[in-house]
């Protein structure tokens, strides 16, 4: 077999964030598949084929791709941000695992990208500056009474926090429910980022205190970065700057 | 002022994970900062004055950055993998917050790169496919309880988990000690990944159960990754592949 399937991170959505190398595996693949927007972002051209397709169909998606490898085909699976975040590649190894022996075999790689959540970081300062979690606050694909175990303990253990998939119209009550959780798991007032689109033209960035944070501030394009207890905010002529020290 | 900051981030060894927003910098840079083998990934060229420095004098390599650029340089910090995930990014603002007023006014930028944890995570699979937590094991900076604090709240919280600095000459006692906890909070035999120089021509995988897991399989530049509960590994011919499923 000569196909080879390679899911690749696309970053945030600045050119500049995507590595040479996914930029490598664009440039030999006969086959793009993926969800609608990021498709979109890869250039067409003769001898490439793109495949997009809708939300929430993940699994047919990742089979595809590995029946077009399986006949020969040089596949990217595109996401944005890194494959490995919330993202294709488990899709990938789950329909690997339950698909036929031959799939295998393939050439399957795993080409990382610039998660959102240290998009925005950056953006910000840095407030992923020492331990921290990433939560996806779907609850899609796993139970709500998870989420909010996992909100309590990371506020026990004193993480900051990345949340995924904040809030969504078809889930509007869920990250009102986090923020809730939060306020009486954390009981102070540290920072919170909503950081929108980032390093797009859409880019807003917003930096409150937890106890003014608002569901709405928050939407499906909105990395949402909770400060842990140490998180600090310098204020600077160019704006604040949102970091957690190497100690906390 | 006409001087600025980058603090950039290199990713895990191969130029192909370097992005193009972090090559543009360092050719525009007049001055080069960082850790002495970071540095050393710096072309040389005229114009270019390189300043590398030992390990644990990040304040001070800080402050030196931010001077220079006060004085009307073009100064990039390098750090390996992203310098927002404990590298220097947390330390420049520490400085910029102790240090003049005037350093406020400056423009300073973090450039995201590919950090280690998702880079190891891509070449085997994708381990960190759902919700996680990153922990730096080095208590430097921090007290060790905390930091078993956080690996008992983290396995309750059913997270995968990634060790950043899971064992040096001079602190040989705390990973075997993680190592234990874990192995009475998990009572289980999940996978653990222990990845080493990523994306180097010294790269080295090696996947074992939890309770198979030794100290010694860990240095400074080995990325540990401990799976959830319900991380799995597919046996293939082209060696093992780790994930995590999207429900976890």
Redesign the interface.
């Known amino acids: 077999m000569s196909g080879w399937v390679a899911i690749a991170g696309l970053?945030p959505g600045?050119?500049?964030?995507?590595?040479?190398?996914v930029r490598?595996a664009l440039d030999a693949a006969t086959d793009v598949v993926g969800y609608i927007p990021y498709v979109a972002r890869v250039a067409p051209r003769d001898g490439l084929t793109l495949h997009a397709s809708d939300n929430r169909v993940?699994l047919d998606r990742a089979a595809h791709a590995l029946e077009m490898a399986a006949a020969g085909k040089r596949v990217v699976v595109v996401s944005s941000g890194?494959?490995?975040?919330?993202?294709m590649?488990?899709?990938?190894?789950?329909a690997?695992?339950a698909g036929p022996e031959i799939w295998?075999?393939l050439?399957?790689?795993?080409?990382?990208?610039?998660?959102a959540m240290?998009?925005a970081?950056?953006?910000a300062?840095?407030?992923?500056?020492?331990?921290?979690?990433?939560?996806?606050l779907s609850d899609n694909?796993?139970p709500w009474a998870?989420i909010e175990?996992?909100l309590r303990?990371?506020a026990?253990?004193?993480?900051a926090m990345a949340f995924y998939n904040p809030r969504s119209k078809s889930r509007p009550e869920g990250f009102a429910r986090a923020l809730e959780v939060l306020r009486d798991a954390c009981a102070d007032a540290r920072p919170v980022l909503f950081a929108r689109a980032v390093s797009t033209p859409q880019e807003d960035l917003c930096i409150v205190p937890l106890t003014e944070a608002r569901p709405e501030m928050a939407d499906m394009r909105t990395m949402v970065i909770i400060g842990s207890s140490l998180t600090?905010v310098?204020?600077?002529?160019?704006g604040p700057?949102l970091?957690?020290?190497?100690?906390?």
């Open positions: 970053g600045d050119e500049a964030l995507v590595t040479p190398e490598a993940e890194d494959p490995g975040v919330f993202a590649a488990s899709a990938v190894f789950e690997l695992e295998r075999a050439d399957i790689r795993v080409l990382p990208g610039i998660t240290l998009a970081a950056a953006k300062g840095a407030p992923l500056g020492h331990d921290f979690c990433a939560i996806n694909l796993k998870l175990k996992r303990l990371a026990e253990a004193d993480f600090r310098i204020d600077t002529p160019r700057v970091y957690t020290p190497r100690s906390a």
